[in-house]
C-alpha cells in the first residue's frame, strides 16, 4: 500500500469573483493511475467559503477531472464539482450549468489567460519603487532584464502545467511590464478545467517566489494594458461546414445576447475594456476580420477557408470563470445554430 495525496479542487461561493479552495485527501492504495471512479465524494466546509449556513454546513465535492501533480510525491489534482446534499448542484457550481451540447457539438476552446505579477506592495514586479517604468512598448514579447520581469515564475509554471497532462500551448510576455500570458486549448470542459488548474498551479506557484498573481482585469490604472482572457472557440459545423451567412447568423445572435455575456464575463471588466488597448467599448458589440478592436474576431484564415474555422471572443475579462463563459458560449452557439440549420 502506498499514500496517495489527492487535492481536491472547487471554486467558493465569494462574489463577484469566486476563489479557489483546494484541500489534500490522503488514501492508501495498493497502486493507483489517475482513474476518476475509483475516488470517492468529499465534503468541506461552506460556512468558512460563502457556501452554506454554519447550521447546516455540509457541501459535498464530486470529482469530475483528476490530473498529475508533478511537484508532490504520488500526488493528483481532483477537479470538484459542488453539490447540495440532496445531491442537487450548488447554486455556485458553475460548471454544472453548461448544457450538453459541448458534447453534441464538439466545441474546442482555446483560452489565453492574461495576468500581472504583483510585489506585496501592489505594484507588478519589475516596477520601480514608487515610479513607473518605461511606457509600454517594449515589453510584450521581450527578452533582456530591462524589458522582462518572472520569467523563472513562468518556466517553473509552464514546465509543472505541462508535466500534468495540461493542453498549454504557449506562454510570452505580454504589453504591460510584469504582465504575462499562458494559452490552453482543449475539447469542450477539458479546456475549462485546464484553465483551472493551470491557475491553480501558477497561484501556488506564486507562493514559493512571495509574489501576487493578480487576475483583475483593469490592475494599473492609466496607459496600461489590462489582462483578458480571450476566449477562441469553433464547434463542427463552423470547423467543417462554416459559410459567410451561417457565421454571422450565429453572431448576431451574439449581439442580441452582448449583454448576458458580459455579465458572466468576469468583474471590473468595464475598467478594461473602454476600446482602448486593443479592447472593444463594452456598450456595443461588434466584430471584424483580424480586428483586435472588436468584440470578436474573426481570424483571416477563417475568412480565407470558406468561413470555416474559429472565432476569438475578445471580451471575457482575466478574472472570469471559464465555466460561464463556455456555458454563455454554447448555449448562444447551439441556440442560433438550431435556428440556421
Ligand atoms: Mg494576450
Redesign the pocket.
Known amino acids: 500500500m502506498a499514500a496517495y495525496k489527492f487535492e481536491y479542487l472547487w471554486l467558493d461561493g465569494y462574489k463577484p469573483i469566486s476563489n479557489l479552495r483546494a484541500k489534500t485527501k490522503v488514501i492508501e492504495f495498493d497502486e493507483y493511475d489517475g482513474e476518476l471512479d475509483r475516488l470517492p465524494d468529499w465534503n468541506f466546509d461552506g460556512s468558512s467559503t460563502h457556501q452554506a449556513e454554519g447550521s447546516s454546513s455540509e457541501v459535498i465535492l464530486k470529482p469530475v477531472r483528476v490530473y498529475n501533480d508533478p511537484e508532490r510525491e504520488n500526488g493528483y489534482i481532483v477537479v470538484a464539482e459542488t453539490y447540495n446534499p440532496d445531491g442537487t448542484p450548488h447554486e455556485t457550481n458553475t460548471r454544472a450549468t453548461v448544457k450538453a451540447d459541448h458534447e453534441n457539438m464538439d466545441f474546442w476552446f482555446g483560452f ?1 489567460q ?1 495576468y500581472v505579477l504583483m510585489e506585496g506592495s501592489g505594484r507588478p514586479i519589475g516596477f520601480p519603487d514608487g515610479g513607473y517604468p518605461e511606457p509600454q512598448g517594449p515589453y510584450y514579447c521581450a527578452v533582456g532584464y530591462q524589458h522582462v520581469a518572472g520569467r523563472d515564475i513562468i518556466e517553473e509554471h509552464l514546465d509543472t502545467c505541462l508535466a500534468a497532462g495540461l493542453g498549454i500551448t504557449g506562454v ?1 510576455a ?1 504589453v504591460m511590464l510584469g504582465q504575462w ?1 499562458f494559452q490552453c486549448f482543449g475539447k469542450g470542459l477539458k479546456a475549462a478545467d485546464d484553465l483551472m488548474v493551470a491557475r491553480y498551479f501558477l497561484f501556488r506557484t506564486s507562493e514559493r517566489y512571495q509574489v501576487q498573481l493578480e487576475l483583475h482585469p483593469k490592475p494599473i490604472k492609466g496607459d496600461w494594458n489590462g489582462s ?1 482572457m ?1 476566449t477562441n472557440v469553433s464547434w463542427t459545423h463552423l470547423r467543417d461546414i462554416g459559410g459567410e451567412d451561417y457565421l454571422k447568423g450565429v453572431l448576431a445572435d451574439f449581439e442580441v445576447k452582448h449583454k448576458e455575456h458580459l455579465s458572466d464575463y468576469g468583474a471590473f471588466n468595464e475598467e478594461r475594456l473602454t476600446g482602448k488597448h486593443e479592447t472593444a467599448s463594452m456598450e456595443k458589440f461588434s466584430y471584424g476580420v483580424a480586428d483586435r478592436g472588436a468584440s470578436i474576431r474573426i481570424p483571416i484564415f477563417t475568412v480565407q477557408d470558406d468561413w470555416k474555422g474559429y472565432i476569438e471572443d475578445r471580451r471575457p475579462a482575466s478574472n472570469a470563470d471559464p465555466y460561464k463563459v463556455v456555458s454563455r458560449i454554447v448555449s448562444t452557439v447551439a441556440e442560433a445554430h438550431n435556428k440556421l440549420i
Do not use: L
Open positions: 489565453e492574461e510570452n505580454e500570458e483578458g480571450h
